[in-house]
């Protein structure tokens, strides 16, 4: 039986990572800008940075990560794993790295939204500072946030484009 929920080709690859991309950044991009500025500040400061974190995000994650997962991943499991295996394994290793690599680029996109709309200097030593905290927040919110609700809808949106064609 042929699987339905992966990308097929290259160009399935960027629309499931779109959908991805998008909701990923919208929750957990969300996430921590409101807890970077609160409640007040919140409209405002997500609806400047999301685009450029999008953008991080998008960049970084097809075009970076999905490789350097698939790689590592295809050295863990065997070509006779299943594919549930397979999504399972290649979620962990990929929200892994897209967490540790967006903790520093997620404040970086901010800072860099405000100075271009508001004004202001970048501190990007607070940024290095803090990623160690941070970090270990957004995997948890990312992982859950992947394995719950944007790689299902992504997955989904490839089960519909396979069955429509």
């Known amino acids: 039986m042929e699987e339905l929920r992966l990308p097929r080709s290259p160009k399935e690859g960027i629309i499931?990572?779109?959908?991805?991309?998008?909701?990923s950044c919208a929750i957990i991009g969300g996430i921590n800008i409101y807890l970077a500025v609160g409640a007040d500040e919140f409209p405002r400061a997500f609806v400047t940075s999301y685009l450029i974190v999008f953008l991080f995000a998008f960049?970084?994650?097809?075009?970076i990560v999905e490789g350097i997962a698939r790689s590592i991943v295809g050295r863990i499991l065997s070509p006779g794993d299943s594919v549930n295996a397979i999504i399972c394994f290649n979620l962990i290793v990929f929200v892994l790295i897209m967490s540790a690599t967006m903790s520093l680029l997620g404040p970086l996109a901010g800072?860099?939204?405000?100075?271009?709309?508001?004004?202001?200097?970048?501190?990007?030593?607070?940024?290095?500072?803090?990623?160690?905290?941070?970090?270990?927040?957004?995997?948890?919110?990312?992982?859950w946030v992947e394995m719950l609700i944007a790689q299902p809808v992504g997955r989904r949106v490839m089960i519909w484009m396979h069955t429509r064609a």
Do not use: E, K
């Open 111 to 143: 800072q860099i939204s405000g100075c271009i709309f508001y004004g202001g200097s970048m501190d990007v030593i607070h940024i290095l500072d803090n990623w160690q905290y941070i970090w270990p927040r957004n995997f948890c919110i990312a992982f």
């Open 16 to 23: 499931f990572g779109t959908v991805v991309a998008a909701i």
């Open 59 to 63: 960049v970084l994650s097809n075009f």
